[in-house]
Every structure is written in C-alpha cells, then in structure tokens.
Nanobody, 128 residues
Framework: QVQLVESGGGLVQAGGSLRLSCAAS????????MGWFRQAPGKEREFVAS????????YYADSVKGRFTISRDNAKNTVYLQMNSLKPDDTAVYYC?????????????????????WGQGTQVTVSS
C-alpha cells in the first residue's frame, strides 16, 4: 500500500478556484492509477476524477467535467486536482486514492472498490 496525504483545501467563493495536492510515500508511485473522491455532509462518497499510471488518460464525473482537471507528477509522487468555477455543491471533504499496483498504463479506475489506499481527506467549502 501507499500512504497518501492531501492538502490545499479551504474556503473559497463561488466561481473561484482551488488546487488540491496529494503526496504519496514510497518509490513506486508510478505503478498506481490515482483518483479523487468527495463526500458531502449527509451524502455518500462519490467519484470525482481518475488518472492512469502514465498520466495520459483521465476520466471525470459528469458533475465536474470541464471545470476540474486531474494531473500527476510521477517525479514528485504527487497527484493534483485543479478545481475551477467552483459551486456551492462542490462543498465536500475531498479524498485522494490509489488504485492497485501494476496493471495497464492507461487504466482509469472509477469505483471505490478499485482503490486500495486512501488519504485522510481535505475540506473544501464553497460559499455562495
């Protein structure tokens, strides 16, 4: 497993931007597809975005498509989530997750069960 630590959350006005970062431990970061999930108060955790091991493939939930961008820097063991045009409905705790080691360089996991390691979460609050 890989250890994950998120940062970059905070309070922002609607229409604003934030960039979340997720730092991973170990020297095998490039073996993992990565993803972001979020959980709003009173709701189940939901998928936001994922990125393949190589970084060449990405996948987004419809609710964030065109506004959020997931990226990774394998040299820095870090995955990012750039969030633009934020809405109050984006308010949630955002979690970084790592998929299973190995596998296709182009695989973009999307289900919670596809991910084996999770960060502690970072709060994002969007005010109206």
């Amino acid at each position: 497993q890989v250890q994950l630590v998120e940062s970059g959350g905070g309070l922002v006005q609607a229409g604003g931007s934030l960039r979340l970062s997720c730092a991973a431990s170990g020297r095998t970061f490039s073996r993992y597809a990565m993803g972001w999930f979020r959980q709003a108060p009173g709701k189940e955790r939901e998928f936001v975005a994922s990125i393949s091991r190589s970084g060449s493939k990405t996948y987004y939930a419809d609710s964030v498509k065109g506004r959020f961008t997931i990226s990774r820097d394998n040299a820095k063991n870090t995955v990012y989530l750039q969030m633009n045009s934020l809405k109050p409905d984006d308010t949630a705790v955002y979690y970084c997750a790592a998929g299973s080691a190995g596998g296709s360089y182009y695989y973009t996991p999307r289900l919670e069960g596809d991910f084996g390691s999770w960060g502690q979460g970072t709060q994002v609050t969007v005010s109206s």
